[in-house]
T-cell receptor
Framework: DAGITQSPRYKITETGRQVTLMCHQT?????MFWYRQDLGHGLRLIYY???????DKGEVPDGYVVSRSKTENFPLTLESATRSQTSVYFC????????????????FGQGTRLTVV | GQQLNQSPQSMFIQEGEDVSMNCTSS?????WLWYKQDPGEGPVLLIA?????ELTSNGRLTAQFGITRKDSFLNISASIPSDVGIYFC?????????FGAGTILRVKS
């Protein structure tokens, strides 16, 4: 039971470079999410996806791009990395609870620590 | 947008003591979740609450969904060293979760 995996676990990149963080889940969960975690802010939603080819913005989407061509993958791309995007990024997935249309509990990956220098 | 106020920000308690933390909001949520995060790991779900007034236990953990749907609390009884970590509340609105800033728990053995 692999669950949800993120890669890489750690990444250092330079300002202005494009970076892609990968997220893969083996549960066939319909919903997937990207969060960033910063001191004092908790977890903030960047983008989410309700199904393959359906994505939507979260609270802090600027500077990020996502795609979801397959249910199991949800990559997050920083098109031109900035120092303010130094953070720990978490991918999560969830599935609607029985009898409900909306997703409920979210299960998280181990995170990617990104440093932009 | 929706915001959660989680308190306290941090706690330093004696092993064996009970712990209480809570989250409040000006917005109504349909689901409240409590997560724990260990260093270097992602958050792990502890308890999920789906109905106003619901009281749910998971071992030494007890959580309640406030009657007004604007708050929730988490209690940990008889704390042990492995309880250290960051505890997050999360409220669901629509298809999204909004998280509190977290409560850092440190336990003195």
């Amino acid at each position: 039971d692999a669950g949800i995996t993120q890669s890489p676990r750690y990444k250092i990149t330079e300002t202005g470079r494009q970076v892609t963080l990968m997220c893969h889940q083996t549960w066939s969960h319909s919903y997937m999410f990207w969060y960033r975690q910063d001191l004092g802010h908790g977890l903030r939603l960047i983008y989410y996806s309700a199904a393959a080819d359906i994505t939507d913005k979260g609270e802090v989407p600027d500077g990020y791009v996502v795609s979801r061509s397959k249910t199991e993958n949800f990559p997050l791309t920083l098109e031109s990395a900035t120092r303010s995007q130094t953070s720990v990024y978490f991918c999560a997935s969830s599935v609607p609870r029985d009898g409900e249309a909306m997703n409920t509990e979210a299960f998280f990956g181990q995170g990617t620590r990104l440093t932009v220098v | 947008g929706q915001q959660l106020n989680q308190s306290p920000q941090s706690m330093f308690i004696q092993e064996g003591e009970d712990v209480s933390m809570n989250c409040t909001s000006s917005s109504i949520f349909n689901t409240w979740l409590w997560y724990k995060q260990d260093p270097g790991e992602g958050p792990v779900l502890l308890i999920a609450l789906y109905k106003a007034g619901e009281l749910t236990s998971n071992g030494r953990l007890t959580a309640q969904f406030g009657i007004t749907r604007k708050d929730s609390f988490l209690n940990i009884s008889a704390s042990i060293p492995s309880d250290v970590g960051i505890y997050f509340c999360a409220g669901r609105y629509g298809n999204k979760l909004v998280f509190g800033a977290g409560t850092i728990l440190r336990v003195k053995s």
